[in-house]
C-alpha cells in the first residue's frame, strides 16, 4: 500500500514538472509564430496584436489533448488512434515551421545564429515533451498497479466461504477505501445474480484494466 501511494506521488510529481516545462516552451515559441504572422506590422495594427492569439489557441488545443490522454490512460485505455497522433503534429509542425522562418527571416533583416538555434531545438523539444508525456502516464500507472500487488495468502489456510452478501476480501491488499468500494460494488454484483467481472472492479476503483482483471481472476478462483 506505502509502495503503491510513493508510486502515485511520484507520478503526480513528475506530471508537474513536465506539464511546467512544456508551458514554459510554448510560452516561447509563442513570440516566433507572433513574427512570423506580424512581419513587418506595428502594435498600431490589430493583426500584431492578433498575431499574438494564434499560439496559445494551438497550444491550448494540445494542453487539452494531452489532459485528455491522460486521463484515458488513468483508466487503463491506449490512445493510440492515428487522428490524435496527427492533429498533436500538426500543432507543433506549425509552431516548429513558423519559429524557424520567422527567425531566418528577421523583420530587420539581420540573422541571428543564436535564435535561429533556439527557435528550431525549443519546438522539437516541445513535441518530444507531447509524445513523451502519454508514455510517462502509461509506465507511471504500470508501476503503480505492481506496486499494489503482495505476496498471496499461505495455501494451508482454508479459503472461508463467501456468501453473496458477505464483503469480498482478496489476497491483493487493497486501502480502506478501495476494499470498502470493492465490497460495495461486489454486494451490488451479486444482489444482481451475476458474478463480478473486470470491468465492474475498473468501474469501481479505477485500476488500470490489467490489475482489474488479475484481481476478477482471483475472486473467481
Same mark, same amino acid.
Given at each position: 500500500?506505502? !509502495?503503491?501511494?510513493?508510486?502515485? =506521488? #511520484? $507520478? ?12 514554459? +516552451?510554448?510560452?516561447?515559441? %509563442?513570440?516566433? /509564430? ?22 496559445? %489557441?494551438?497550444? +491550448? ?5 494531452? @489532459? ?10 491506449? /490512445?493510440?488512434? $492515428? ?15 513558423? *519559429?524557424?522562418?520567422?527567425?531566418? $527571416? ?5 540573422? *541571428?545564429?543564436?535564435?535561429? #538555434? ?13 509524445? /513523451? ?5 502509461? =509506465?507511471?500507472?504500470?508501476? @503503480?498497479?505492481?506496486?499494489?500487488? /503482495? ?17 469480498? =476480501?482478496?489476497?491483493? &491488499? ?19 445474480? $451475476?458474478?463480478?467481472? !473486470?470491468?465492474?472492479?475498473?468501474? !469501481? ?8 482483471? &488479475? ?7
Amino acid at each position: 500500500m506505502l !509502495a503503491a501511494v510513493q508510486a502515485d =506521488r #511520484f $507520478r503526480v510529481s513528475v506530471t508537474r514538472s513536465m506539464w511546467c516545462f512544456l508551458t514554459c +516552451g510554448l510560452g516561447f515559441t %509563442a513570440t516566433g /509564430v507572433q513574427a512570423f504572422l506580424a512581419g513587418h506590422l506595428g502594435p498600431s495594427d490589430p493583426m500584431w496584436w492578433g498575431a499574438w492569439l494564434v499560439e496559445p %489557441a494551438f497550444a +491550448g488545443i494540445l494542453i487539452t489533448l494531452l @489532459r485528455w490522454e491522460a486521463q484515458m490512460l488513468a483508466h487503463g485505455l491506449a /490512445v493510440d488512434d $492515428r487522428p490524435v497522433k496527427w492533429l498533436k503534429r500538426v500543432l507543433l509542425g506549425a509552431t516548429l515551421i513558423t *519559429n524557424v522562418w520567422s527567425s531566418l $527571416r528577421p523583420p530587420d533583416g539581420q540573422i *541571428n545564429a543564436g535564435m535561429v #538555434f533556439l527557435h528550431l531545438v525549443i519546438p522539437l523539444v516541445v513535441f518530444l515533451l507531447a509524445e /513523451v508525456m502519454p508514455v510517462i502516464q502509461a =509506465r507511471c500507472n504500470a508501476a @503503480r498497479a505492481k506496486a499494489a500487488e /503482495v505476496v498471496p495468502a499461505p495455501t494451508s489456510t482454508p479459503p472461508s466461504a463467501v456468501t453473496p452478501a458477505a464483503p469480498t =476480501r482478496t489476497a491483493l &491488499r487493497l486501502p480502506g477505501h478501495l476494499q470498502g468500494a470493492l465490497d460495495a460494488k461486489a454486494n451490488e454484483v451479486h444482489a444482481e445474480g $451475476r458474478s463480478l467481472t !473486470a470491468q465492474d472492479i475498473q468501474d !469501481a476503483l479505477n485500476v488500470p484494466e490489467e490489475y482489474a482483471a &488479475r484481481l476478477a481472476a482471483q475472486l473467481a478462483a
